[in-house]
């Protein structure tokens, strides 16, 4: 069961991660795409003042099924696992940590920015 819930969550964090810099791109995911992003930022620093900043309750349940599977030595950030298991480099944490909560507003701008212009097209021209 481990094995298949490594995968699952490799899997379903990786693409939740892809959607939360990319859902903006299109115009049906963008209000889903500000309600997840949301909801990440919220993670990060509502959670992240009980549990660290930062904090995605998805890092946190994976690292218990990799740690009943015996591995040992996660880093603290998702991305810098998983930027680390792409490229074989060693990522510095606080690169990481910038390049993500950087890509993350710049997302989190873009999503916003296209939302509320999408919601003011949709109210069409005053006085019709």
Same mark, same amino acid.
């Given at each position: ?21 990319? *859902?903006?791109?299109?115009?049906? =995911?963008?209000? /889903? ?5 949301t @909801? !990440?930022?919220?993670? %990060? ?24 599977? *015996?591995?040992i030595?996660?880093? =603290?950030?998702? /991305? ?5 298991l @792409? !490229?074989?480099?060693? %990522? ?9 909560l ?27």
């Open positions: 069961m481990y094995v298949f819930l490594d995968i699952f969550f490799l899997v379903f964090h990786a693409i939740l991660i892809g959607f939360n810099l990319t *859902g903006w791109l299109w115009e049906r =995911t963008r209000r /889903i795409h500000l309600v997840v992003l @909801l !990440t930022f919220c993670s %990060w620093a509502g959670l992240g003042l009980f549990y660290g900043l930062g904090y995605c309750p998805c890092t946190d349940w994976h690292w218990q099924v990799k740690r009943a599977r *015996g591995e030595d996660l880093p =603290t950030s998702y /991305i810098k696992y998983y930027l680390d @792409l !490229t074989g480099l060693d %990522w510095h944490p606080l690169l990481v940590d910038i390049l993500t950087g890509l993350g507003i710049a997302a989190l701008g873009l999503s916003v920015g296209l939302n509320w212009r999408d919601w003011r097209r949709s109210r069409g021209p005053k006085g019709s």
